[in-house]
């Protein structure tokens, strides 16, 4: 149901389906258009002697004149470790966007999944998001996918159709109940503070999941888990981008308890697309951000099947939560 578990299953499908291993320069149509939504996995490894390797989303595959590059992606290897994207147009690089933090190592295996969203480019490696890049050439053009350079690629999979496709706002498996969220031009509008009931009540085996984009110099947000009742906050989510910390806690009569900061990773970042999903289990709430486990929080408000609402608020554009 959620799009990440498609991804996943999708990725492993296509990691299993690849026969024989792309060689390189790797220059292949790609099949369908690339809408808001399409996702874009390449598996490989980095050799011992490799300076420099390059993936680049391409209008045709010309070499004279060079094709225009709609997406560079550049990880470099020689002097700084980075990553250098950029355009190419009328065979014209325009200003480059350098990223230090560098998850490829050589001789060390990655994964790379590229999400195409309506204005950007958002990349994450070996399930850490890495960096946004943004359209300067409008993706629906590109139609070739380019591989160059000292790279093993061991497999390249695509997703085109998505739940995301239209990044059109819904509400499933769950009523809103706060009347700013009015319908907007037949749309459904997910204004802030958001409050929805669940069309079931909590208790293990249920899942809630919240899509959203992280607003640009946003300080932070919070998902919560309420008894509607009683408005204890059986789960709080407050990722603060600020500080980079992700704080849990509960609010149960009518006072906050320990918060719970470690994390191994913190999961969010400026401007980035997010998709949390909570899913509720025996002992405890397990959250993962963009298909990778997060943090699990140990139930302190037992009564699961008096949590009934979701709420959130905060420094992000909601653009579909969902429950089931
Ligand atoms: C709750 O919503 C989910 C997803 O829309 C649906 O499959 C399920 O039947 C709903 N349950 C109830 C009790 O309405
Ligand atoms: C946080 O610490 C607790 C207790 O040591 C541990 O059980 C939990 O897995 C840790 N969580 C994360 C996200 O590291």
């Given at each position: 149901?959620c ?6 299953e ?19 149509t ?57 355009t ?8 480059e ?7 490829f ?22 399930g ?25 690629i061991?497999s ?15 509400t ?68 603060r ?21 470690n994390i191994?990773c ?59």
């Open positions: 149901r799009c990440l578990s498609h991804i996943q999708h990725s492993r499908h296509l990691g299993r389906k690849s026969m024989c291993p792309p060689t390189i320069p790797y220059v292949s790609i099949t369908e258009q690339l809408k808001p939504g399409s996702l874009i996995v390449i598996r490989g490894h980095v050799p011992k002697d490799s300076e420099r390797f390059q993936v680049d989303f391409q209008h045709g595959n010309s070499l004279k004149p060079r094709a225009d590059v709609a997406f560079h992606f550049n990880p470099r290897f020689k002097r700084s470790n980075c990553i250098v994207c950029n190419l147009t009328n065979e014209k690089w325009g200003w966007e350098i990223t230090h933090d560098m998850p190592r050589k001789e060390k295996s990655f994964e790379i999944v590229i999400m195409v969203l309506k204005n950007k480019f958002q990349v994450a490696v070996n850490k998001h890495i960096l946004l890049y943004a359209h300067r050439i409008n993706p629906e053009k590109i139609d070739t996918l380019g591989i160059y350079g000292k790279v093993n061991h390249i999979g695509f997703r085109f159709s998505s739940d995301l496709q239209s990044m059109e706002t819904s499933l498996g769950l009523t809103q109940i706060s009347k700013e969220n009015i319908q907007k031009s037949g749309k459904l509008h997910l204004s802030l503070p958001f409050e929805a009931r669940l069309n079931a009540s909590m208790g293990p085996g249920r899942t809630v999941v919240v899509k959203g984009e992280v607003n640009t110099n946003a300080k932070s947000f919070n998902v919560d888990l309420v008894a509607g009742r009683s408005r204890d906050i059986a789960l709080h989510l407050n990722p981008l600020n500080v980079k910390a992700f704080v849990r806690n509960s609010f149960l009569q009518d006072a906050w308890g320990e918060e719970e900061r191994t913190f999961p969010f970042s400026s401007g980035m697309y997010f998709e949390m999903i909570i899913y509720c289990d025996v002992r405890e709430f397990k959250v993962a951000v963009n298909g990778v486990h997060s943090l699990e929080y140990k139930h302190r408000f037992k009564d699961l099947s008096s949590i009934d609402t979701l709420a959130v608020d905060g420094d992000i554009r909601l653009l579909d939560v969902r429950s089931w």
